[in-house]
Each structure stands twice: as C-alpha cells, then as structure tokens.
C-alpha cells in the first residue's frame, strides 16, 4: 500500500500573460503574472540585447497599469 502525503495547497497558480512592447526604442517582451482576483506583477522582461531584467516586489492593481510600468523599466535603460 502506497501511503504518499498528499501535497499541500499553495493557493492558486499565478496566471501569466506575454506582453510585447516598444519602449525607448528597444523591443520587449514582458511576462506579466497575477492570481485570480489579486495584483499584477512583473516577472521578467526580455528586452533585446540584453539580459532579462526582473522587477522588485512591486504590483500592480490592473494589468494595464502593470504594462505601462514595463515600459517605464525598458525606456528608463536609455537614461
């Protein structure tokens, strides 16, 4: 008889969403997440030409506001 715990609950998986952009005159991909009916962050951006940059631990209340604040991070790598 096979007696495994069963595995706990974490809450929900984070939905994930692909976002491209232009910003500051680079491409992007930004991989946006958030759970059901919770905040969205930034994952990781993939910005061409360069490594993937990661937000701190900020969220978002809409996913829009999270899209602009990417194209916030990609266009203020120019400055």
Same mark, same amino acid.
């Given at each position: 008889?096979?007696?495994?715990?069963?595995?706990?609950?974490?809450? #929900?998986?984070?939905?994930?969403?692909? *976002?491209?952009?232009?910003?500051?005159?680079?491409?992007?991909? &930004?991989?946006?997440?958030?759970?059901? /009916?919770?905040? $969205?962050?930034? &994952?990781?951006?993939? *910005?061409? !030409? %360069? #490594?993937?940059?990661?937000? !701190?631990?900020?969220? $978002?209340?809409?996913?829009?506001? &999270?899209?602009? @604040? @990417? /194209?916030?991070? *990609? @266009?203020? %790598?120019?400055?």
């Amino acid at each position: 008889m096979d007696m495994e715990e069963p595995e706990e609950m974490e809450g #929900p998986e984070p939905l994930e969403e692909y *976002v491209p952009g232009i910003a500051g005159g680079r491409h992007y991909m &930004a991989q946006l997440c958030h759970v059901p /009916d919770g905040p $969205w962050y930034i &994952a990781v951006i993939h *910005v061409e !030409s %360069l #490594p993937p940059l990661h937000d !701190s631990d900020r969220t $978002w209340s809409t996913r829009e506001e &999270a899209v602009q @604040a @990417a /194209d916030k991070l *990609v @266009a203020d %790598l120019g400055h």
